[in-house]
């Protein structure tokens, strides 16, 4: 029989029984298959060695739980992409250390009263069946979406908790979740790479006695972008596909993490895609720059370094033109100087994990506008009391800030807050 009418190729193995198929309809042979559970759970890893790609923040996150009792902090942060094992990681670890697993999703613990409800007994109670307990928030991002004190009321959960911890986020770097971060250790999960995904598709076929085309798992490895639970779900539905070759694998069209970006501008070659890279991260571009220049100095050196710097001095050149004369369309060229001119600067493709920062002047930026907004809270102040324009006001600070201080009644009169009497005192 010719191949192309097959959807499925049996191999026979051991004691393993042949699949039997029903009569061919417009020659695709069809195997009986019944009703099977997803293959997500079926073959979700169940120990460490299971665990493909994940090496480094596997040690971390052991030490972490080997240190626990003498450790300041007593939380822990899983972020990275969807589908890289967040969840997975944490009830391998508690099967591995022989602990209790309290599983909760951040959806339910959206305020102070359901995490004093739910939360606070958990973190108070001896496990009744083990020795140890691990205590799982899952996408602890929800809770500050909708948060009613629950993020403040988390933190201090966390600092009388006698257990471990764990929390999953796809963005940690959400500005909310600021102050769990400060309390928390924080462990990046990697995007796994295409190879990896592949080799974990073919032994899921190799197990349920199935052939699938290279091209087609590769095909399909790549457009999952390393969510694994997503690659796995298509191969299934794949799987009870007749006729292969009419199968279109559109690409994800999934919002990926900053730190994912970095990586392909950084690591991979600069084709087309690279081009399409800040499209799906949800941060504005004025960040995008900042988080390029902060890491530039980890990944390149001498010329590399020279080259990336200056593709980034062009693109912030582009930005001053855009706010200026207000002209957009030079949007598209700093855009291709931040991800194709940055990656281009390399001179080969590079290996091995790096730990990218967050841009410090992130903070001095913020710290600056803090400074700016007492200036005018205080000019508006002034400017009512005295009855002269808001504008003047600003324009005559400096004089204005030396009339305060002379005499302390006048910040009374003015009804400074302490942060601006503070603030003048500098």
Known sequence: MDNENFSYITSVRGNEEMPTFN????????????????????????????????????????????????????ALILHGPPGTG??????????????????????????KNKLKEILKPAIEQRSLIKQKKII????????????????TELVSLIKLSSYPLIMTANDAWNKKLSPLRKTSELIQLKEIDYHTTKEILFSILRK????????????????????????????????????????????????????????????????????????SVNMPIDKKLLWIEENIP?????EELANACERLSRADIFKGRIYKQQYWRFLVYENILLSYGVSAAKKSVKTGFTSYKKPTRILKIWMNNQKIAKRKTIAKKYSRYVHIGEKRALQEFFIIKQIIKSNPTISKELKLNEEEVEYLAK
């Open 23 to 74: 009569t061919p309809k417009n020659g695709v042979y069809e195997r009986n298959q019944g009703v099977s559970s997803p293959w997500t759970e079926k073959y979700r890893p169940k120990k460490f060695e299971d665990l493909k790609g994940q090496n480094e923040a596997i040690n971390k996150i052991k030490n972490f739980i080997e240190n626990f009792s003498s450790s300041k902090k007593k």
């Open 86 to 111: 967040k969840t997975t990681i944490t009830h391998i670890i508690a099967e591995e250390t022989n602990s209790e697993i309290f599983e909760l999703n951040a959806s339910d613990l959206r305020n």
């Open 136 to 151: 799982l928030i899952d996408e602890v991002d929800g809770i500050s979406t909708v948060d009613r004190g629950g993020l």
């Open 208 to 279: 349920e006695g199935l052939f699938i085309d290279n091209n087609i798992i590769t095909n399909l490895s790549i457009k999952v972008k390393g969510d694994i639970r997503a690659a796995i779900n298509d191969l299934q539905t794949i799987s009870h596909t007749k006729d292969h070759s009419s199968l279109n694998l559109d690409e994800r069209n999934k919002e990926i993490d900053i730190f994912h970006a970095l990586r392909m501008i950084f690591k991979g070659k600069a084709t087309q895609e690279i081009l399409k890279v800040f499209d």
């Open 298 to 302: 980890l990944e390149y050196q001498g």
